[in-house]
């Protein structure tokens, strides 16, 4: 069969991690292919509205769904199917689309997830998105796994986007403070809370200099925020934090809620009931305010012993987000950027907790599985992605002065 879409081999940074990724198919967990809509692109169904191939002729008829309006990236969409939302493509775990028409015949979606390719100042990037079971085991677990190598990736022209500079910094800048924030993060001299409390005084900062266009400001900002961590200053200031553990469950409880308690699959269904009884909540996640708060809390104090058997796992979550997604740079304003980071670390976190509720302590594949189904439930909905956004602005945790109560553990 001809090849549809055509692929180059090219070098790209990326976190250790990538290298070891393989897909495993029809052993996988949670497969990719269930309970989503997968988008097609223009090309691709336009071949597969010509297919004639006896095996998939039916399916892709009755399956393939045009989408009004769409851009050509998602002008169609092929949609889950029966009780467990399986692709109607699947055949015993594997695609029929590869197995019929050969790998050039995937939709840009299909051929790329979980892998996220960007060309940034110069210089081919490649991460994974950890709602994908075998990626979050590759990047949680290593000690190594965000060493940054370079190695050769295949990719389309087509599902590679390009990202250029934002107003008032050049991307030669935006590279600069984008190496000073995953080397903060990476600080394990500090603890992760006080990581993330230091990153928000220079995100802060920051977007003051960007409002102005003085990214002539950045090298003494820089200088600043080293400076005062080394001489302990700024972290004298953050001495007196007290965690607000009441604040937290409450905050953090409203964005899980938000989704509901029901799933197609199996394999998340299991993970959401371990959740909401760690909880102390029923099937539909419902129980008390001092419940849920004493739940937490209590969870909250047994995870580091946890995690203490993937001691990198929560700095990992931190560093894929920020790395895949060019942080502080994702929004418009760095210091948004950084809330969104925020948000989604204390709603991980706050899920980890719960598990920690058991009678024994979670295992390390079940650490695992619940930071896919913090992606897969909560990171890929764009609607539920703003709502986040929204989440510490409308409790009033959105300032400096509170953040650090809701982050300190």
């Known amino acids: 069969m001809a090849i549809l879409h055509r692929t180059r081999t090219l070098s790209a940074l990326m976190p250790r991690y990538v290298t070891r990724f393989r897909c495993i198919g029809g052993a996988c967990e949670d497969t990719c292919c269930a309970s989503w809509s997968i988008h097609i692109d223009k090309k691709t169904y336009k071949a597969y509205r010509q297919n004639t191939t006896p095996a998939l002729r039916e399916v892709l008829a009755t399956s393939l769904v045009r989408e009004s309006g769409a851009a050509s990236k998602t002008f169609a969409t092929i949609r889950p199917e029966g009780k467990t ?23 840009d979606v299909c051929f790329t997830y979980p892998r996220t390719t960007r060309r940034f100042n110069g210089q081919l990037e490649q991460t994974l998105t950890l709602s994908c079971p075998e990626a979050a085991r590759q990047a949680l677990l290593a000690e ?43 600080t394990r001299e500090l603890a992760l809370w006080q990581r993330l409390a230091v990153l928000g005084t220079f995100c802060a900062a920051l977007s003051g200099l960007c409002a102005e266009g003085r990214q002539d400001g950045i090298p003494g900002l820089i200088d600043d925020i080293v400076r005062v961590v080394e001489n302990g200053e700024l972290l004298a ?21 938000a989704q509901g308690f029901e799933s197609p699959s199996p394999f998340q269904l ?6 909401s009884a ?37 700095e990992n979550y931190l560093a894929n987000e920020m790395f895949g997604r060019l942080f502080p740079f994702e929004r418009t304003d760095p210091y948004e950027s950084y809330l969104r980071l925020v948000a989604r670390f204390g709603l991980l976190r706050f899920l980890l907790a719960a598990q920690c509720n058991a009678e024994t302590l979670p295992s390390l594949a079940t650490l695992v599985a619940t930071v896919h ?3 897969r439930r909560f990171q890929h909905d764009p609607g539920y992605t703003a709502s986040v956004d929204q989440a510490l602005q409308d409790s009033g945790w959105a300032g400096l002065d509170r953040l650090g109560s809701l982050i300190r553990a």
């Open 85 to 107: 939302q399986q692709c109607p493509l699947m055949e015993d775990g594997l695609c029929g689309v590869h197995k019929h028409m050969g790998e050039s015949h995937l939709s």
């Open 144 to 186: 190594d796994a965000f060493e940054f190598v370079e190695d050769a990736v295949t990719v389309r022209d087509t599902a590679v986007s390009v990202t250029s500079g934002v107003p008032g910094l050049s991307e030669a800048w935006m590279s600069e403070v984008r190496i000073f924030c995953i080397n903060l993060l990476r």
């Open 237 to 257: 200031s953050l001495a007196s934090t007290r965690p607000d553990h009441a604040s937290q469950a409450m905050v953090f409880s409203l964005l899980w809620s």
């Open 270 to 275: 299991e993970v959401i009931r371990q959740i």
């Open 278 to 314: 760690g909880l102390g909540a029923n099937v539909h996640g419902q129980t008390s305010a001092d419940a849920l708060v004493a739940a937490y809390t209590r969870g909250l104090g047994r995870l580091d012993e946890a995690v203490a058997q993937a001691p990198y796992l929560l």
């Open 373 to 375: 189904l913090h992606g």
